[in-house]
């Protein structure tokens, strides 16, 4: 692991902290914040695929 990816990781993980702590904040349970996150999932797997899609063409 070079320090590229390290300092990567540490944002990432910097992140994910500000996001839960955003979240928690607002009074989002975790069932309902697992849900919200697989909605925005499928939409950017949409997204993506149709764009892999119309690039080919």
Known sequence: MNEFQIVS???LTAW???VAAG???RGLNWS??????MIW???FLVVT???SI???M
């Open 9 to 11: 990781l540490v944002g």
């Open 16 to 18: 994910l902290v500000l």
């Open 23 to 25: 979240l928690r904040g």
């Open 32 to 37: 309902k914040g697992i849900r919200l996150g």
């Open 41 to 43: 999932l499928g939409i």
């Open 49 to 51: 695929l149709f764009v």
């Open 54 to 56: 119309v690039g080919d």
